[in-house]
């Protein structure tokens, strides 16, 4: 089964950055298309942005321009580079498949905008 842990989240002003990470364990991660998903406080979670076993990537309208999902398979990870931050952006950051079944959820890293 594989298990996803999420880190790089943190308190970053308007503006600014932060580079996402998403370790999976696992054999066939690497077959998997993979995405990242945010939460904001009283929201449901949105999908974010997507990247295909093939490295296809898609983003949310939101995010478009602003954000890039990579992959790394050697190392079992996706990234989430996040550039012009707002504050609009701040949620706990999940990645997960982007198509069902899901995996078991990770704890989430939170990304908070804030002067």
């Known amino acids: 089964q594989v298990q996803l842990v999420e880190s790089g989240g943190g308190l970053v002003q308007p503006g600014g950055s932060l580079r996402l990470s998403c370790a999976a364990s696992?054999?066939?991660?690497?077959?998997?298309?993979m995405a990242w998903y945010r939460q904001a406080p009283g929201k449901q979670r949105e999908l974010v942005a997507t990247?295909?076993?093939?490295?296809?990537?898609s983003y949310a309208d939101s995010v478009k321009g602003r954000f890039a999902i990579s992959r790394g398979f050697a190392e079992n990870t996706v990234y989430l580079q996040m550039n012009k931050l707002q504050p609009e952006d701040t949620a706990v950051y999940y990645c997960?498949?982007?198509?069902?079944?899901?995996?078991?959820w990770g704890q989430g890293t939170q990304v908070t905008v804030s002067s």
């Open positions: 997960n498949r982007h198509l069902s079944p899901l995996l078991p």
């Open positions: 696992g054999p066939i991660f690497s077959m998997y298309d």
């Open positions: 990247i295909t076993h093939l490295g296809t990537t």
